[in-house]
């Protein structure tokens, strides 16, 4: 084999294996960059407010003073409570899924959605709960 | 102050408290003794040899101690010693005994403890087939064990607390009950019941999930430990071969453990599927895939030795990849962007403190020996069966990648102060990019088999794969008619994963001559096919068949607000969906549970309905920790039919109630002529008015002023009749008088005209007997779901086939 034809060939495997690696970081800012541009923000009420066609992640806790109103034979789909966010900001929010299991029971809630007018329109909710994972105080009972 | 408390059993604590010690400092001294041992040029030495036997019997010890440890934390799980925190926090009396292993580990020092528990048993297999690989490769695993160990340890150094220890925490001394008044009486113990088990957790699947996936983690310890060891002896070859076995036993077991995850969040959780994209998923799979990355990359590094530094950097990675989930789930930075929700005994710390070690000791020991890892020589051929395999894993990187730069929104958000929130739409975003990888994983799949080592003949290979290609496209056709698939991203899916599955097939019953003995790799890879059709199918088809059609529609609000899913069903009432036409037929409490029982029938060609089966999904009522809801999935061959109640009244009411003659509050409705009233179980309509009442019917004056509303009602019965509540004005009062229909249990009054509008008000109540008992539920199917589950099976069969293969040969 002429010395030659031995460069020309390594050069040529070079060509694969920078193409592969050009390839690979490409895909991977690519990545990078949906991942930022897809993400939503987490936000108050005023900044969702301001930017009313714009979703959001809200997080907040339930107003326990207010009522919830939750009819089913109305509307199986609609949910309304009062959220303080962690700013002080009340607002109405509507969200618009059945009502969650032990609602009443979260200590902190976020929700995701739109400002419309006054109000939020929440399309989905998490929820975290004490109760489930760390609160519970000893207390007296008869189990024993 | 010194009170004497009655019944405190303390000395199970201070046996457990002991071994942990015990633990901590022989897996520190098995870990010196075997780097001394790895330290002598030859393991023959007698200095080596001497080292090597303090560091074995250390490792004894230290695994006998660790024995100890969980023996200890059963008996006071199993004995209900409520005095000590853990016991407390993680079961009550009441709780079946089966759930024991769960109370075990659902604590942050019991999941730890499982993860050291399996590294004491693969250490000790390690002791045995090591060889000259012994003392390094035990180095590094009792390292890990020092770390592990030191998370359970739970004292204070300064004012840093290092580790939680179960044993040594009394619920009396812990610092948010210390001022309980329960605590004041001696005789607390007789009067304390745990709090009990998260009820999440009381399922069968949460029984064998959680040890199979640590064990799958404690699995990528031991390529990480050959690796290191490999850079460290100098030898980037030859730790290649023992560790190949250990890196698909993983794969094989990690894997496991994921889809047992999968089938728990299916049966037992709510979110309707059986993997959300959720954080804690996603840290358990990004090791998954690189793992996989790993062992296939040193498959082909016997046959060619160029992809050296991608082994080692796949290997490693795995193994860092591991520590970094379990930094992300435990240490609760993930906060508000997951559902699972760990608590945060703050060891963030030591945590990171473990995760940086080894991440640190393996760029190291790269940077060290980057000459090691140059090879000269030519590049692999395009056409050969290492070059698709490197591509392969490098998908897999970049996947794993892309699932792990989302999954650490949260710590982007806290190093750069930044307030990114995940995707709305997290499910649809990261199918947008994962949907790609696995076509381009799957075509690589189907035809890597067939291209040989080194270089081979394009023509021969399409050749070959012609007849699997023919009938992927066959069956691609066919599938995506009748399934009605429309988008292009998983029409190239389903072929993909059909041409993946066909061409496994056809390797193994014309290459293979249908003999399994050889056979591993193609059935994993055939099983690896199933499941992507499952995955596809069963998500992608996925009906809510639930769909609440009757109220305004939601997209005319906002498009993303179309989430009509839940619909409501009084007991009694039939309603369609889909195929199906769906009865309530009302609950039962059992224990503490409240089951539905939902009925499903079909239509028959008569036009009858036919019973068709029946699902009961539940509520677990538990005061304490809130009640949880459990859905009911029947299963079919083609299909699943997933059916959860999402809100429901949980009250069960006597039969006197039911019986009763209380009625609701009367509700005022203003009304014109046509408009309808909706009661709980009939439908009233306005229809007119009549002034020539028949006055001495109702014992009413000539001068008396009556009028009749006439109301059409529908009941639920399908009974139709007239109401005609009475406006009366006599003497210038207002004398309504009421209307009462006994079969229907309807109250009506008719007290209000108002001449302007020409609007009436009528106030109407209920029996409150004849308000029906109702759910709110979710119906969904899940077609094709069943290809998954037996994917899952014939993959892990595969990958079982394809390790004893490597052992008898090596």
Known sequence: MAPGHLSQKKCKAMKKIQIIGILVIAIAIGAILASLSSSSTYADFAEAKAHPGSEFHVVGKLDKNKATVYDPQADANIFTFFMVDN??????????????????????IVIIGKCKGEDFHASDILMKCPSKYNDGKPMESNAK | MNTQFIGERLFPGQLGNAFVLLAFVSALLSCIAYLYASKEPSELDAVSLSWKKLGRLSFRVHSLSVAGIVGTLFYMLYGHLFEYEYVWHHSNASMPMRYILSCFWEGQEGSFLLWTFWHVVIGNILIKTGKTWEAPVMTIVSSVQVFLVSMLLGVYIFDYKIGSNPFTVLLRQHPDFGGIPLFQNPNYLAKLDGRGLNPLLQNYW?????????????????PFAYA????????????????????????????????????????????????????????????????????????????????????????????????YSTFLTRSGILGTTSVHAFTDLGMSGQLLLYLFFYMILAITLLVMNRKL?????????????????????????????????????????????????????????????QVPFAILISLLISTGQFLKYKNSDIRLVAKKLILPFGAAILLTAGIALFMNLDQIFYIALLGSSLFCICANADYFIRVLGGKPKNAGASVAHIG??????????????????????????????????????????????????????????????????????????????????????????????????????????????????????????????????????????????????GDTIAASNSLLILEGFNTSVNKKKYNLRDSDIAIEAVFKVFD???????????????????????????????????????????????????????????????????????????????????????????????
């Open chain 2, 373 to 433: 890892l140059k090879r000269t020589g030519e590049e692999e051929a395009l056409w050969s069966r290492e070059f698709w395999i490197f591509l392969g894993s490098l998908v897999l990187l970049i996947s794993s990648f892309h699932i792990m730069f989302n999954t650490s929104l949260p710590v982007w958000n806290k190093l750069f102060g930044l307030k990114m929130a995940p995707a709305t739409n997290a499910i649809e975003f990261y199918n947008s990019w």
């Open chain 2, 716 to 810: 639920a019965k399908k009974n139709t009749y007239t109401a005609n509540p009475l406006y009366v004005i006599s003497r210038n009062q207002v004398e309504p008088v009421e209307y009462v229909a006994p079969e229907s249990g309807l109250k009506l009054n008719f007290w209000k005209i108002n001449p302007e509008t020409s609007k009436i008000e009528i106030t109407l109540s209920e029996k409150k007997s004849a308000k029906r008992d109702f759910i709110v539920m979710e119906a969904i199917v899940f077609p094709c779901i069943n290809l998954l589950w037996t994917g899952c099976m014939i993959m892990i069969i595969g990958t079982a086939l394809a390790i004893v293969q490597r052992l008898r040969r090596s």
């Open chain 2, 228 to 323: 290191i060891a490999g850079l460290w002896k100098k030898k980037p070859d030859a730790w290649q071969k023992p560790a190949l076995p250990w890196a698909f036993l993983g794969v094989m077991v990690l894997g496991t453990g994921i889809l047992m995850g999968g089938a728990w969040a299916y049966e037992a959780l709510s979110f309707g599927g059986f993997w959300a994209w959720d954080p804690v998923e996603n840290s358990s799979l990004v090791p998954w895939l690189t793992l996989v990355g790993s062992a296939h990359v040193m498959l082909i590094h016997k046959h060619k030795g160029q992809s050296l530094f991608t082994t080692f950097f796949l290997t490693f990675i795995t193994f860092i990849l591991v520590l």
């Open chain 2, 528 to 673: 690896f096919g199933l499941i992507l059709l499952g995955v596809l199918l069963s998500t992608s088809k996925k009906e809510f068949i639930s769909v609440n059609n009757t109220v305004a529609n939601l997209e005319g609000i906002d498009k993303g607000l179309s989430n009509s899913r839940n619909i409501l069903l009084q007991v009694g009432d039939t309603l369609q969906m889909g195929d199906y036409f769906v009865t309530y037929k009302g609950k039962q409490k059992t224990g503490i549970n409240i089951f539905f029982e939902i009925e499903y029938y079909r239509k028959q060609a008569d036009g009858k309905l036919k019973y068709d089966f029946t699902l009961r999904p539940l509520v677990q009522v538990n005061a304490q920790m809130g009640n949880v809801a459990e859905p009911d999935t029947r299963h079919f061959i083609q299909k699943d039919i997933y059916t959860h109640v999402t809100y429901a009244n949980l009250e069960i009411r006597d039969e006197a109630a039911q019986n009763g003659n209380e009625y609701t509050e009367p509700v005022n409705h203003v009304m014109a002529v």
């Open chain 1, 87 to 108: 700013g002080g900001t009340e607002k109405k929010v509507i969200l618009h899924k059945g009502k969650p299991q032990d609602f009443e029971h979260s200590e902190q």
């Open chain 2, 206 to 222: 949460m029984t064998i999930h959680p040890p199979t996936l640590f064990l799958g983690f404690a699995l990528t310890l031991v």
